[in-house]
């Protein structure tokens, strides 16, 4: 059974920053392209940021220098570091997996979210 378990939103000032973290159980991790979600209200959910098994990145234009994704695979673990966080960055951010390694788009499995809330 895959579960992916997310950790770290929270409520944040504009400008500030947040670390969110997914572990990942029931999946080859270290083969696996992992990503992040957010859903804000009203919204599609959009791809936010992706790495694939050989550490290619990929991130949506309103996010690229502001946030940073990485993994541990001895820990399997995904990380979303975000700064300069903007109250538009305001939404439900999921972990997702996909055993595909190579793929910058991995949508098979999903976490349960965790909200990021940017206001002052």
């Known amino acids: 059974q895959v579960q992916l378990v997310e950790s770290g939103g929270g409520l944040v000032q504009p400008g500030g920053s947040l670390r969110l973290s997914c572990t990942a159980s029931g999946i080859i991790f270290s083969i696996s392209s992992m990503g992040w979600y957010r859903q804000a209200p009203g919204k599609q959910r959009e791809l936010v940021a992706a790495i694939t098994s050989g550490f290619r990145l990929d991130y949506v234009d309103s996010v690229k220098g502001r946030f940073t994704i990485s993994r541990d695979n001895a820990k399997s673990m995904v990380y979303l570091q975000m700064d300069s966080l903007k109250a538009e960055d305001t939404a439900v951010y999921y972990c997702?997996?996909?055993?595909?390694?190579?793929?910058?788009?991995?949508?098979?499995?999903w976490g349960q979210g965790t909200q990021v809330t940017v206001s002052s």
């Open positions: 997702s997996a996909d055993p595909t390694s190579w793929t910058t788009k991995p949508n098979v499995y």
